[in-house]
Structures are given as structure tokens and as C-alpha cells.
């Protein structure tokens, strides 16, 4: 395997760093609260149709 550079370790960090504050800004919670919504709606209007 390849030594990386301290660039590309550096990289890595911020990339992952840049990551993990994202998912701490959504809160993950509120992300998965809002697919489960859209998929409710969803089935919710599907449902509405066929009847």
C-alpha cells in the first residue's frame, strides 16, 4: 500500500471534519423525520388514488 502524502492525510481530515459537522447541523434525527414523512405522504396519496 501506498504512503499518502500529508496533504492527502490532511485532506482526509477535513473532508471527514466537514462530514461529521454536516450530520451535526441536520442532527441526522431531523433527515431521517423528514424521508419517513415524504414516504407517509407519499403512500398516503397512493392510497387516496385507488379508491
Known amino acids: 500500500m ?3 502524502t500529508n496533504e ?3 485532506q482526509a481530515m477535513d473532508l471527514r471534519a ?3 459537522s454536516f450530520a451535526d447541523r441536520a ?3 431531523d433527515l431521517i423525520d423528514d424521508i ?3 414516504i407517509s405522504s407519499m403512500t ?3 392510497s387516496s ?3
Request: glycine share 4%.
Open 36 to 38: 419517513l414523512d415524504s
Open 18 to 20: 466537514e462530514t461529521l
Open 2 to 4: 501506498e504512503q499518502l
Open 44 to 46: 398516503f396519496t397512493t
Open 49 to 51: 388514488h385507488t379508491r
Open 27 to 29: 442532527d441526522g434525527f
Open 8 to 10: 492527502q492525510i490532511e
